[in-house]
């Protein structure tokens, strides 16, 4: 009977259209605002997750996230090289100076000093120049979209200067790293270079990073860092959620992106529901017909369930790759950059519409077993 | 087990009474129904609306529960049958033809009338084969894959006739089979129905209001307000037009 019911789905192609695009555009509403809202906040903890080298962050008791810091004292640095377990522990500035162009443009910028010797806590990609120019006097890596936002309409190429804090600096360098929350130029110099590039204050340490020694783990470093120094040690996708959650919890976002999301849920649901419920209802004359000749109710609730998971799963595919394409043209966009489709947000996505589609059915399959079939007999 | 040869007692039901609701809004649909169809037998089930035609149809066919009496169909006692036995008997020995035709619309003629093969566990391809046939019998050969909208009344009723038969039920209930259709393809649909449905071992049901069809019956049981008052016999007892001239009858049906 699978193919009465199929063909009982798509007879009527106004209802069966409706029905599957309602689905599918509840689920690209889904999955486009949800993964634009999980992007938006991994985006709060670019910096940290940029740093590959190190898997621990040293940094004052009171820091909730990555914008916010206090400067540490040099000796804290010492200090925590001497906490057993630690492999190596270096220096890294974060600070904000305005970086100005020989034409006058001007942009805030994220400038993050790596260790001088080292170089460690650079990211991986580059575009152009390399990590090793650094150690030249007053150079600076820019990524990609700040050198565009201040070099507008130029091409990509190494030797133009910035001017910061009465500093001429020149970049060497143009890295591909993700966009930070506040789409600002990111730039990474040398320690030293950095707070130059900002001007002195009496501490400058931001923070240390660190990679635990062989047999210890970074959560076993930061709970022994925290007990011999006092300060606060996090392990790098510890200090990301720390500034996930401090994002979600002191920011408008999740409210503006949480009524979208439950307005997109309940939209779709209503629609998808009662679209595939007044379909049952609509037929509920063939129905009480096909019970009149003989088919059983298993029979008939499998024919139900099969048009469901049949117009869910469709929908939910259409909608799917309209959000795929949608996040593959925006993913190329230098505001949107990093933006992608998560397999996190899809199968959340995946799960509401399965309920929706389930609900749907049981107030359908309702309707038709309670229905009579003596009721065909009734013009 | 009554005998399946011709003139074999086929549905007996013995004082049925059946009401619906309770108290100020109790109704009672039949009052204790005497009525007897034969095997090989076209049998009429005629009366003003309202008087319990379709509810006794319900009952014998297993879709409604009798609230008294006794019905025997096919020699099965219906009230000892479980729900899920009375599909399976319903599927199994049963064809109905509606007024309201009451096609799949999503599905081809051949189709529709594959349905109850299907169902019984028949190959889908053999059921359409085995569909496809019967309908080229029933004259539908040049419309076996056209849509019901696309089927005149008379068409789409002949889809259904076919539907009801292509199992080969033993007792076949025709629920006022000509009530939508215009004078001359009721008739059609009337001579297909006494030709093809009409066979040794099965017995026919019609509930009808239209007196132009009268003389298809082989017995015609005239119910009025739950009750059956009058069975006659028309090849027998009284010619056709004998019958419809009866002032009486006249009033109540046209």
Known sequence: MNFVALRMLTGDRAKYFGLVFAIAFCTFLLENQTSIFANIMKRTASQILDVTDAEVWVMDPQTEYWEQTKALKDTDLTIVRGVPGVQWAVRLFKGNPVARTRKGKFAAAFLVGIDDATLAGAPRKILLGSWERLREPDSIVIDQAGYILLFPDEPLELGRTLEMNDHRVTIVGISDVPAPFASLPVMHTRYSEAINFLGRERTQLSFIIARPGVGVTPEELTARIHERTNLRARTTQEFMWDCVRYYLKNTGIPVNFGITIAVAIIVGAVVAGQTFYLFTVDNLKQFGALKAIGITNLRLVGMILLQAFTAGTLGFSIGTGMAATFFEIFVHKLATRGIVLMWQCVALTGACIFVVVIVASLLSIRRVLVLEPAAVFRG | ?254
């Open chain 2, 1 to 254: 087990m009554g005998s399946v040869v011709n003139g074999g007692i086929g549905v007996s039901c013995r004082q049925v009474r059946k009401h619906f609701g309770s108290g100020e809004t109790r109704v009672e649909a039949l009052r204790g129904v005497d009525f007897e169809t034969r095997f090989g037998e076209l049998s009429f089930l005629v009366g003003p609306s309202g008087c319990g035609k379709t509810t006794l149809i319900s009952i014998i066919a297993g879709l409604l529960d009798a609230t008294g009496g006794e019905i025997s169909v096919l020699g099965t006692k219906m009230a000892a049958l479980t729900p899920s036995e009375r599909v399976l008997f319903r599927r199994k020995n049963l064809g109905f033809v509606f007024q309201q035709f009451n096609l799949l619309p999503a599905l081809t003629a051949v189709e529709n009338v594959a349905v109850p093969l299907i169902a019984a566990g028949t190959p889908r391809r053999r059921a359409v084969e085995q569909s496809a046939a019967l309908l080229i019998q029933l004259g539908l050969a040049a419309r076996i894959n056209a849509l019901p909208s696309t089927l005149s009344g008379g068409q789409q009723q002949r889809v259904a006739i076919a539907r009801a038969l292509v199992h080969e039920p033993r007792l076949v209930v025709c629920d006022e089979p000509t009530a939508a259709l215009d004078h001359a393809s009721g008739d059609a649909v009337m001579q297909l129905l006494a030709a093809n449905a009409v066979r040794p071992g099965r017995t026919v049901i019609v509930v009808t209001h239209d007196t132009r069809v009268f003389h298809y019956a082989h017995s015609i049981a005239h119910m009025d307000d739950g009750r059956i008052v009058n069975v006659t016999r028309p090849s027998t007892s009284r010619t056709l037009s004998e019958f419809v001239e009866d002032a009486t009858l006249q009033e109540t049906y046209v």
